[in-house]
Protein backbone atom coordinates (compact mmCIF):
# COMPACT_ATOMS: atom_id res chain seq x y z
CA UNK A 1 0.00 0.00 0.00
CA UNK A 2 1.24 3.82 -0.79
CA UNK A 3 1.87 5.98 1.82
CA UNK A 4 -0.47 8.27 0.50
CA UNK A 5 -3.31 5.41 0.83
CA UNK A 6 -1.90 4.66 3.85
CA UNK A 7 -1.84 8.55 5.60
CA UNK A 8 -5.66 8.64 3.87
CA UNK A 9 -6.90 5.84 6.46
CA UNK A 10 -5.42 7.76 9.26
CA UNK A 11 -7.23 11.16 8.03
CA UNK A 12 -10.60 9.37 7.77
CA UNK A 13 -12.92 8.14 9.91
CA UNK A 14 -14.76 4.21 9.41
CA UNK A 15 -17.67 6.36 8.31
CA UNK A 16 -15.48 7.69 5.61
CA UNK A 17 -15.18 11.73 6.81
CA UNK A 18 -12.27 13.04 7.14
CA UNK A 19 -10.84 13.74 10.81
CA UNK A 20 -11.85 16.83 12.49
CA UNK A 21 -8.20 17.62 13.23
CA UNK A 22 -6.79 16.99 9.81
CA UNK A 23 -9.61 18.65 7.85
CA UNK A 24 -8.33 22.02 6.87
CA UNK A 25 -4.92 21.19 5.73
CA UNK A 26 -5.66 17.19 4.52
CA UNK A 27 -4.78 18.86 0.84
CA UNK A 28 -0.97 19.67 2.45
CA UNK A 29 -0.73 15.90 3.92
CA UNK A 30 -1.66 13.77 0.75
CA UNK A 31 0.52 15.99 -1.86
CA UNK A 32 3.14 15.73 0.62
CA UNK A 33 3.16 11.78 0.71
CA UNK A 34 2.38 11.37 -2.84
CA UNK A 35 5.60 13.16 -3.83
CA UNK A 36 7.69 10.81 -1.54
CA UNK A 37 5.83 7.68 -2.85
CA UNK A 38 7.10 8.97 -6.42
CA UNK A 39 10.74 9.82 -4.50
CA UNK A 40 10.49 6.03 -3.52
CA UNK A 41 9.85 5.24 -7.55
CA UNK A 42 12.74 7.30 -8.63
CA UNK A 43 10.08 9.25 -10.56
CA UNK A 44 10.79 12.42 -8.83
CA UNK A 45 13.53 14.15 -6.26
CA UNK A 46 13.50 16.86 -3.41
CA UNK A 47 16.76 19.35 -3.86
CA UNK A 48 18.69 19.62 -0.59
CA UNK A 49 18.24 23.20 0.58
CA UNK A 50 16.21 25.27 2.69
CA UNK A 51 13.73 26.08 0.29
CA UNK A 52 13.70 22.75 -1.52
CA UNK A 53 12.18 22.43 -4.86
CA UNK A 54 10.72 19.36 -6.12
CA UNK A 55 12.33 18.16 -9.86
CA UNK A 56 10.33 15.00 -11.58
CA UNK A 57 13.64 13.14 -13.01
CA UNK A 58 11.54 10.49 -15.30
CA UNK A 59 8.00 10.74 -16.50
CA UNK A 60 7.83 7.21 -17.33
CA UNK A 61 4.42 5.11 -15.78
CA UNK A 62 5.16 3.55 -12.69
CA UNK A 63 2.46 1.19 -13.13
CA UNK A 64 0.66 2.42 -10.05
CA UNK A 65 -2.79 4.76 -10.99
CA UNK A 66 -2.67 7.19 -8.54
CA UNK A 67 1.55 7.58 -8.83
CA UNK A 68 0.96 8.00 -12.53
CA UNK A 69 -1.53 10.16 -12.42
CA UNK A 70 0.12 12.37 -9.90
CA UNK A 71 3.36 12.31 -12.12
CA UNK A 72 1.81 13.75 -14.86
CA UNK A 73 -0.10 16.76 -13.40
CA UNK A 74 3.64 17.28 -11.92
CA UNK A 75 5.77 17.32 -14.73
CA UNK A 76 4.99 20.71 -16.06
CA UNK A 77 5.71 22.06 -12.40
CA UNK A 78 9.02 20.47 -12.13
CA UNK A 79 11.57 22.73 -10.68
CA UNK A 80 8.73 24.26 -8.45
CA UNK A 81 9.23 24.91 -4.56
CA UNK A 82 7.87 21.70 -2.88
CA UNK A 83 6.32 24.80 -0.11
CA UNK A 84 3.97 25.85 -3.13
CA UNK A 85 3.20 22.40 -4.43
CA UNK A 86 1.40 21.58 -1.81
CA UNK A 87 -1.03 24.18 -1.78
CA UNK A 88 -1.74 23.20 -5.42
CA UNK A 89 -4.92 21.32 -5.50
CA UNK A 90 -4.96 20.32 -8.92
CA UNK A 91 -2.38 17.76 -7.53
CA UNK A 92 -4.53 15.99 -5.12
CA UNK A 93 -4.54 12.50 -5.18
CA UNK A 94 -7.64 12.02 -3.06
CA UNK A 95 -10.17 10.30 -6.02
CA UNK A 96 -7.49 8.11 -7.11
CA UNK A 97 -6.84 7.33 -4.06
CA UNK A 98 -10.41 6.36 -3.55
CA UNK A 99 -10.45 4.37 -6.16
CA UNK A 100 -7.39 2.68 -5.74
CA UNK A 101 -8.65 1.83 -1.93
CA UNK A 102 -12.08 0.88 -3.39
CA UNK A 103 -10.34 -1.36 -5.92
CA UNK A 104 -8.50 -2.97 -3.13
CA UNK A 105 -11.43 -3.94 -1.14
CA UNK A 106 -10.67 -1.10 1.85
CA UNK A 107 -12.97 1.23 0.96
CA UNK A 108 -16.40 0.89 -0.34
CA UNK A 109 -18.77 3.67 -2.29
CA UNK A 110 -21.67 4.61 -0.21
CA UNK A 111 -24.66 7.47 -0.08
CA UNK A 112 -24.09 10.99 -0.23
CA UNK A 113 -24.48 13.33 2.21
CA UNK A 114 -27.62 14.71 4.08
CA UNK A 115 -30.42 14.12 1.30
CA UNK A 116 -28.08 13.24 -1.21
CA UNK A 117 -26.16 16.19 -0.98
CA UNK A 118 -22.47 16.68 -0.38
CA UNK A 119 -19.89 14.23 -1.48
CA UNK A 120 -19.88 10.60 -2.09
CA UNK A 121 -19.49 8.99 1.30
CA UNK A 122 -16.92 6.37 1.11
CA UNK A 123 -16.64 4.43 3.95
CA UNK A 124 -13.97 1.89 5.08
CA UNK A 125 -15.39 -1.54 4.68
CA UNK A 126 -12.23 -3.47 5.79
CA UNK A 127 -10.57 -2.09 8.91
CA UNK A 128 -7.85 -4.56 8.75
CA UNK A 129 -5.31 -2.37 6.66
CA UNK A 130 -5.87 0.68 9.08
CA UNK A 131 -5.54 -1.56 12.46
CA UNK A 132 -1.83 -2.80 11.02
CA UNK A 133 -1.11 0.57 10.54
CA UNK A 134 -1.80 1.73 14.03
CA UNK A 135 -0.18 -1.53 15.15
CA UNK A 136 2.67 -0.71 13.85
CA UNK A 137 3.10 3.20 14.01
CA UNK A 138 2.26 2.19 18.02
CA UNK A 139 5.08 -0.46 17.81
CA UNK A 140 7.74 1.82 16.42
CA UNK A 141 6.45 5.28 18.63
CA UNK A 142 7.17 3.08 21.89
CA UNK A 143 10.66 1.74 20.34
CA UNK A 144 9.54 -2.05 20.28
CA UNK A 145 10.26 -1.76 16.18
CA UNK A 146 12.33 0.32 13.49
CA UNK A 147 10.52 2.31 11.67
CA UNK A 148 10.38 2.29 7.82
CA UNK A 149 10.55 5.52 5.47
CA UNK A 150 6.68 5.22 5.44
CA UNK A 151 6.38 4.96 9.31
CA UNK A 152 8.63 7.91 9.27
CA UNK A 153 7.26 9.61 6.70
CA UNK A 154 3.15 9.42 7.97
CA UNK A 155 4.26 10.73 11.11
CA UNK A 156 6.19 13.44 10.21
CA UNK A 157 3.60 14.21 7.93
CA UNK A 158 0.78 14.07 10.94
CA UNK A 159 2.77 16.11 13.24
CA UNK A 160 3.74 18.39 10.63
CA UNK A 161 -0.15 19.09 10.39
CA UNK A 162 -0.52 19.13 13.63
CA UNK A 163 -2.28 16.40 13.74
CA UNK A 164 -0.31 13.61 15.08
CA UNK A 165 -1.69 13.74 18.98
CA UNK A 166 -5.26 13.86 17.93
CA UNK A 167 -5.33 10.67 15.50
CA UNK A 168 -2.68 8.45 17.45
CA UNK A 169 -3.88 8.98 21.06
CA UNK A 170 -4.27 5.69 21.22
CA UNK A 171 -1.00 4.55 19.31
CA UNK A 172 0.92 7.13 21.17
CA UNK A 173 0.22 5.34 24.82
CA UNK A 174 -0.56 8.20 27.33
CA UNK A 175 2.12 10.61 25.43
CA UNK A 176 1.22 14.11 25.87
CA UNK A 177 0.93 16.45 22.54
CA UNK A 178 4.52 17.61 23.64
CA UNK A 179 5.91 14.18 24.59
CA UNK A 180 4.76 12.77 21.41
CA UNK A 181 5.64 15.62 18.97
CA UNK A 182 9.44 15.53 20.54
CA UNK A 183 9.10 11.44 19.62
CA UNK A 184 8.41 11.79 16.52
CA UNK A 185 11.07 14.78 15.69
CA UNK A 186 13.64 12.20 17.13
CA UNK A 187 12.34 9.72 14.92
CA UNK A 188 12.94 11.50 12.10
CA UNK A 189 16.30 12.96 12.76
CA UNK A 190 17.51 9.95 13.73
CA UNK A 191 16.64 7.72 11.33
CA UNK A 192 17.93 6.75 8.08
CA UNK A 193 14.57 5.88 6.63
CA UNK A 194 13.56 9.37 7.41
CA UNK A 195 15.91 10.55 5.11
CA UNK A 196 16.06 14.17 3.51
CA UNK A 197 12.97 13.52 1.73
CA UNK A 198 11.01 13.02 4.62
CA UNK A 199 12.80 15.84 6.66
CA UNK A 200 12.29 18.47 3.97
CA UNK A 201 8.88 17.39 3.35
CA UNK A 202 8.11 18.07 7.14
CA UNK A 203 9.78 21.51 7.04
CA UNK A 204 7.42 22.44 4.11
CA UNK A 205 4.35 21.28 5.17
CA UNK A 206 5.13 23.44 8.42
CA UNK A 207 6.32 26.38 6.45
CA UNK A 208 2.70 26.21 4.25
CA UNK A 209 0.52 26.07 7.33
CA UNK A 210 2.25 28.53 8.59
CA UNK A 211 1.92 30.39 5.02
CA UNK A 212 -2.08 29.34 5.09
CA UNK A 213 -3.00 30.86 8.86
CA UNK A 214 -1.00 34.11 8.01
CA UNK A 215 -3.84 35.74 6.58
CA UNK A 216 -6.09 34.58 9.62
CA UNK A 217 -3.19 35.88 12.04
CA UNK A 218 -3.17 39.53 10.52
CA UNK A 219 -6.89 39.65 10.08
CA UNK A 220 -7.44 38.69 13.58
CA UNK A 221 -4.46 40.82 14.74
CA UNK A 222 -5.53 43.97 12.49
CA UNK A 223 -9.54 43.44 13.73
Do not use: C, Y
Request: proline letters at 5%; a neutral charge; hydrophobic letters at 50%.
Amino acid sequence: MLIVEELHLLLTRPDGRVESAASVHRLFGAIAAVIVDLSVQGRVVVTEEKNPAVQVVSAEPTGNPVLDATLVRLEPLSGKRLQSLLMRSKLDPLDHVIESLVVQGVLVRGERGFFGWGSLRTPESDPGPEMLIRSRLAAVLSGSAAPTQADVTILAILQGMNAAHPILKNEAAGASAGQLKKRIEQLVSGSAAGDAVTKAVNTAIAAALMAAMTPVIVATTTG
